[in-house]
């Protein structure tokens, strides 16, 4: 599938969203970066956004 590697920390856990492809993980850092993987599941209700921009980005792959 894929293979997460933060820029900048070691990861301390990671947080799946419920039926989603969402993650975020915890690092040796201040931030908390977020990973949407489409093939784990849809984005969440409240950012609808991704789900809009993985449909156009495929769109866009096929037409290519």
Known sequence: MTNLEPPNGIINDICVVQNSGLMFMALDSPQIP???????????????????????????????
Do not use: D, H, Q
Request: with cysteine; charged share 15%.
């Open 34 to 64: 977020a990973y949407f993987i489409p093939a784990l599941g849809p984005a969440p209700r409240w950012c609808s956004y991704l789900e809009n921009l993985t449909v156009c980005l495929r769109k866009f792959a096929l037409s290519m």
